[in-house]
């Protein structure tokens, strides 16, 4: 497998934006792609996109848009996942010699879709007896803070520390700080969860270019080494299942770990997915950053704050980025590697060398989650 760079990110803010298909948000952040590497769009021999509700030939929509047609060209449905799976193909494509210069892009316009939870399959079983998103994560929340012995207002603190962060963060749906007082009078979505524990639907387009070492030389932007991507789907279980522990997560970065040679002490920063506030609880144990029911603790005293010994979401994650779930995954490599070149503006953390993105998404019976993958990325 030879070696994978990364050699240019791109998305523009994250919002409402009714009445423009994905496709053309997709379009708009690939300009913008390359813009940023001043790749030559005929360069780019394969692409690969995801989105969940953007509709067929998602991918080649986009890339006819800049002029580009002909090479191998796939839109990926995989749920919140559906991004970071488009980029895990681009860098087997790479990886393996199949291509050398590579986009992938995620894109989705959920505000078009109407209000409400998003639509999940009316044949699934849990489904059908009233399993929608955040239910699932206010059962795993009450869980978590019983047998953890969590204080309810953890939270809250995952709420104010991310939308403090995406106060910053210029391309964030929300840019706006709260407090503790503020997420507690928020309304109630599902007990213990409240609107400010929730991420927002959100449009958005987010987009990568991942080469072989030969083009990144070639190219006048700084690169990152792109040390592992993993991907994997839930495991089935017909009977009890902890709601505290995401399995899924658990394994998709163990293998991630493996494939980078890395342990989780190394990562400098991490993206993940805090679609609720719990869910950073949550992941943050199953990535091996906290031991198990420990990750309330680091988060109180300050461990996952942004000039903390590890950030979390200094982008503001997805509570306050938003959440255009095909674009998600790439969304957040794109905040890694902006940070390992010293490019995340007024984000920016004091030279970090390692940084993880993590997404996960879908609800079926008998898994915890449908998909995830796990990226890492080294500034080398």
């Known amino acids: 497998m030879r070696e994978v760079r990364m050699v240019g990110a791109a998305y523009g803010r994250f919002g409402k934006r009714p009445g423009e298909a994905a496709a053309a948000l997709a379009e708009e952040a690939l300009r913008a792609l390359v813009d940023a590497t001043e790749v030559d769009p005929q360069r780019i021999d394969a692409a690969y996109g995801g989105t969940t509700f953007g509709g067929s030939l998602m991918t080649q929509r986009a890339l006819q848009g800049i002029g580009v047609s002909g090479p191998p060209m796939v839109t990926v449905e995989n749920a919140c996942a559906s991004g970071g799976s488009a980029v895990h193909l681009a860098w087997q494509a790479v990886a393996s010699g199949a291509a050398d210069c590579v986009v992938a892009l995620g894109a989705e316009n959920l505000t078009d879709l109407g209000g409400g939870t998003l639509p999940l399959s009316s044949r699934d079983v849990e489904v059908g007896l009233g399993m929608v998103m955040p ?200 905040e890694i590697y902006w940070q390992l070149t010293g490019q995340a503006g007024e984000l920016q953390l004091p030279d970090p060398a390692v940084g993880l993105a993590h997404v996960t998404g879908g609800g079926i019976y008998g898994v915890d989650n449908g998909a995830c993958s796990v990226h890492i990325l080294c500034a080398e």
């Not at 104010?160 to 749906?173: F, S």
């Not at 409240?194 to 990144?216: F, I, M, Q, Y």
């Not at 029911?293 to 503001?316: C, E, T, V, W």
């Open 135 to 334: 239910a699932a994560y206010a059962m795993r929340a009450q869980r978590y803070l019983a047998d953890f012995d969590a204080p309810l207002d953890v939270l809250d603190l995952v709420s104010v520390k991310n939308r403090g962060n995406g106060a910053l963060n210029h391309r964030a749906h929300f840019q706006q700080s709260v407090d503790v007082e503020e997420v507690r009078a928020s309304r109630a979505i599902a007990d213990p969860l409240r609107l400010l524990h929730c991420c927002p639907n959100t449009d958005g387009a987010a987009a990568v270019l991942l080469t072989s070492e030969a083009v990144a030389r070639d190219l006048p932007g700084p690169s990152v080494k792109v040390a592992a991507s993993a991907i994997r789907s839930g495991t089935f279980h017909n009977g009890y299942r902890d709601m505290t522990w995401p399995d899924i997560t658990a394994r998709t970065s163990k293998a991630a770990y493996e494939m980078a040679g890395l342990s989780p002490s190394d990562i400098d920063l991490v993206e993940l997915h805090d679609a609720f506030s719990i869910s950073e609880l949550l992941h943050a144990e199953a990535l091996g950053l906290a031991d198990r029911g420990a990750a309330h603790i680091r988060l109180a005293r300050g461990d996952f704050d942004r000039h903390g010994p590890l950030p979390i979401n200094p982008s503001g994650g997805l509570l306050s980025r938003g959440h255009p779930v095909g674009a998600t995954g790439v969304a957040q490599i794109c």
